[in-house]
């Protein structure tokens, strides 16, 4: 079975610009959760949804979205990138939205100039 | 405040050596615990997990890991390292209270010497 997709693989933004990052789970899964990994540190939780619905949100400014599609894929969106949001963007996904153990793709790296 | 410390931010160890990285967390509630190794790069990959039993787990690639409630620990072992497993280390913990996530803790990065 294949596992969590994530596309693109990379980008390249400029400050101020939009970006759509997309995430597949593994087939079965309900819930997609999201996660920001600055270079040298541990991944950090933006989102969590299940079934549609957003359950959970980190400590995100409003220039992050997102939202689940009824195949239960998954589009993370940032507004007005600001070089700070350079990063490595992980997608997890779960069977459920509770005590679970999540499976990550390989990441999106976006590069902000 | 739910947090998870890994010590260690590099450890060099020889091929054949054995190996352990060290992961404390502070979590007020029953704690589900993991490691992630993550190569450069990639993703993150399960190597085991914690929820209740038996406090020594195995895990793939022959790591172990033992949870000892009374120290806060999650300490990940391995007997004798092999160069492929040159990589970051992530351990993380669970939380149940509100949304259930990981928190991380900032990793450790092993170097295998030949």
């Known amino acids: 079975d294949a596992g969590v997709t994530q596309s693109p693989t990379h980008l390249i933004k400029t400050r101020g610009q939009h970006v759509t990052l997309r995430c597949s789970p593994i087939?079965?899964?309900?819930?997609v959760s999201w996660y920001q990994q600055v270079l040298g540190q541990g991944p950090q939780f933006i989102f969590q949804?299940?079934?549609?619905?957003?359950?959970g949100r980190g400590n995100f400014p409003d220039r992050f979205s997102a939202r689940q599609f009824p195949n239960y894929s998954s589009e993370l969106n940032v507004n007005a990138l600001l070089l700070g949001d350079s990063a490595l963007y992980l997608c997890?996904?779960?069977?459920?939205?509770?005590?679970?153990?999540?499976?990550f793709g390989p990441g999106t790296r976006l590069l902000v100039l | 405040a739910q947090s998870v410390t890994q010590p260690d931010i590099h450890i060099t160890v020889s091929e054949g050596a054995s190996l352990e990285l060290r992961c404390n967390y502070s979590?007020?509630?029953?704690?589900?615990l993991f490691w992630y190794v993550q190569s450069p790069g990639q993703g993150l990959q399960l190597l085991l997990k914690?929820?209740?039993?038996?406090?020594l787990v195995q895990g793939i690639k022959g790591f172990e890991a033992e949870f000892k409630r009374s120290q806060s620990s999650f300490n990940l072992r391995k007997p004798s390292v092999h160069w492929s497993d040159a990589a970051e280390y992530f351990c993380?913990?669970?939380?149940?209270?509100?949304?259930?996530?990981?928190?991380f803790g900032t990793g450790t990065r092993l170097k295998v010497l030949a």
């Open positions: 997890a996904s779960s069977f459920l939205a509770g005590v679970e153990t999540q499976y």
């Open positions: 087939s079965g899964h309900k819930s």
């Open positions: 949804y299940y079934e549609k619905e957003e359950r």
């Open positions: 979590y007020g509630a029953t704690p589900y």
């Open positions: 914690y929820f209740s039993g038996d406090t």
């Open positions: 993380a913990v669970g939380t149940t209270s509100g949304t259930y996530k990981y928190i």
